[in-house]
């Protein structure tokens, strides 16, 4: 039974380019959540999707935004990045909202 | 808003130590409890959780209670080994009201133990 995965692993781009972050759940959820991970800091929010719309949002500006697909996968996209944008982003998901998350490994973006 | 405040960091301890990590949470409302951890170059994993006040989480060993009047839910483990050595966060989440299902976060407690 596959987990969280998601992909890239690593990824490296420049101030001002566009990124795209993709995740697979884990097989039978229908919820998936996104947090960003600065070095040396807890995981925070960005949002969460289900039933392929934003149900929560967490402070983070327009220029993130997500999708959610019919199989339940999903993509995070980033616009104009900012060297502040240099993070590990985490995908998680779950059977509804409230039931445990379960994290993938995620994404190490660095901005340079 | 809602917050997590764990014990500054970082955790150094010998093998067969004691260990606590203090966590406390505010809250509006009864939110359930976790403790995930994080391995080098790995996502978190759900350690354990409670959900109600006087609810005690374990797993492999740990141990955390959901302590209401205190606002806390501090790990311990009686004996700690080398493959212990992780980060250590503590989390709350709502399952229901406006922050349903959002993960709110500590910032994270590094347990280093040796040999």
Not at chain 1, 92 to 97: F, M, R, V, W, Y
Not at chain 2, 18 to 26: A, G, H, K, S
Not at chain 2, 94 to 110: D, E
Request: aromatic residues 12%; contains cysteine; negative net charge.
């Amino acid at each position: 039974d596959a987990g969280v995965t998601q992909s890239p692993t690593h990824l490296i781009k420049t101030r001002g380019q566009q990124v795209t972050l993709r995740c697979s759940p884990k097989s039978g959820h229908d919820t998936v959540s996104w947090y960003q991970q600065a070095l040396g800091q807890g995981p925070q929010f960005i949002f969460q999707y289900y039933e392929e719309e934003e149900r929560q949002r967490g402070n983070f500006p327009d220029r993130f935004s997500g999708h959610q697909f019919p199989n339940y996968s999903s993509e995070l996209n980033v616009n104009a990045l900012l060297l502040g944008d240099s993070a590990l982003y985490l995908c998680a998901s779950s059977l509804q909202a409230n039931q445990p998350q379960h994290f993938g490994d995620g994404t190490r973006l660095s901005i340079l | 808003g809602d917050s997590v405040t764990q014990m500054e960091g970082p955790v150094t301890l010998s093998e067969e130590a004691f260990l606590t990590i203090n966590c406390t949470y505010t809250a509006t409302g009864y939110p359930s409890l976790f403790w995930y951890v994080q391995y080098p170059g790995e996502g978190l994993q759900l350690l354990l959780k409670a959900t109600k006040a006087d609810d005690k989480g374990s797993n492999k060993g740990f141990e955390a209670t959901y302590r209401k009047e205190t606002t806390s839910f501090h790990l311990e483990k009686g004996s700690v080994q080398v493959s212990d050595s992780a980060v250590y966060f503590c989390a709350l989440s709502f399952a229901g009201g406006t922050s349903y299902g959002k993960l709110t976060f500590g910032q994270g407690t590094i347990l280093t133990v040796h040999p």
